[in-house]
């Protein structure tokens, strides 16, 4: 389990593997533009290369990009549903450019049942999948916390999205797993059972779960407060994150930080206690 952060890239995308090298990273998450615009300019041939370049150099892996947050897939309006199919298949192409496996991807809200919204969600993930074929890059489905109208909280829905995709274009769909969007939504991660919970509609789907978003949780259980803490400073605590390392269904997944503060100190104190904690369950 590759160990990492999310990592800004407003000075360049090999400023960004820099930073990344001396925090500790092993792997990383980027957005592939600005998460608050639907389009975003394309990065040169030359940057694309260097940032290649940059990754083999400093040993750091390319664990997925993070969609735009403006995309809606669950959405009843027409025309926001048909511009996020578009805006998520560009984010499909510029993860695939950088060589990116996966790209995350909220599912957003609806004020429709979930049935509806699980068939919008899945309708549009595979419009874009289609509309990308040839490319490599994989969708992740990420939770939420499940503040609002927000679609996707329970692990039953992620599931259904990921069952209602056709079996050709599923494949290239897996899973995304934020632990404070999961405390918040009311699995308790401080325990077996609540990672079980939590994981085993997945499994019984067949949804492989590639990425886990590691971020302890400021709010309380079933909070709805998508407020991330640093690991072992929240409510899930230490306990909850080593059992993130004794799941065997996680094995095959990066592991990545998403945290408030103030860098470099809020990665490389995060990725270290990650990485203590996964070196407690090896020994």
């Given at each position: 389990m590759r160990i990492g952060a999310h990592v800004r890239t407003?000075?360049?995308?090999?400023?960004a593997v820099c930073?990344?090298?001396?925090?500790?990273?092993e792997t990383i998450q980027v957005f592939a533009k600005s998460p608050l615009q639907w389009s975003g300019p394309a990065r040169s041939d030359e940057?694309?290369?260097r940032f290649h370049e940059?990754?083999?150099d400093a040993g750091v892996g390319l664990a997925a990009t993070h969609a735009a947050y403006l995309i809606n897939l669950s959405s009843d309006d027409d025309a926001l549903w048909n511009r996020s199919v578009a805006a998520l298949a560009e984010e499909i192409g510029l993860a695939h450019r950088l060589g990116a496996p996966s790209v995350v991807v909220h599912l957003g809200s609806s004020p429709r049942p979930a049935e509806t919204a699980r068939s919008r969600a899945a309708s549009a993930i595979a419009e874009a999948l289609r509309a990308t074929a040839g490319t490599s890059a994989a969708v992740l489905l990420e939770n939420a916390a499940g503040a609002g109208r927000t679609f996707g909280w329970r692990s039953?829905?992620?599931?259904?999205?990921?069952?209602?995709i056709e079996p050709s274009l599923r494949m290239r769909v897996g899973v995304c797993v934020?632990?404070?969007?999961?405390?918040?939504?009311g699995y308790d991660l401080r325990s077996s059972r609540g990672w079980d919970a939590l994981l085993r509609p997945l499994s019984d789907h067949g949804a492989p779960v590639r990425l886990v978003h590691a971020n302890d949780a400021l709010g309380g259980l079933g909070s709805r407060r998508d407020?991330?803490?640093?690991?072992?400073?929240?409510?899930?605590?230490?306990?909850?994150?080593?059992?993130?390392f004794e799941r065997p269904d996680l094995q095959r997944a990066d592991v990545v930080i998403e945290m408030p503060g103030e860098p470099p100190q809020k990665d490389a104190v995060n990725v270290t206690r990650l990485k203590a904690l996964r070196s407690a369950r090896d020994d």
């Open positions: 407003a000075h360049g995308l090999v400023d930073y990344a090298r001396d925090v500790g990273c940057e694309v290369a940059a990754l083999r039953e829905d992620v599931a259904a999205v990921y069952a209602a934020d632990t404070c969007h999961a405390y918040a939504a407020r991330h803490a640093w690991i072992g400073d929240g409510a899930i605590g230490l306990e909850g994150f080593g059992l993130l």
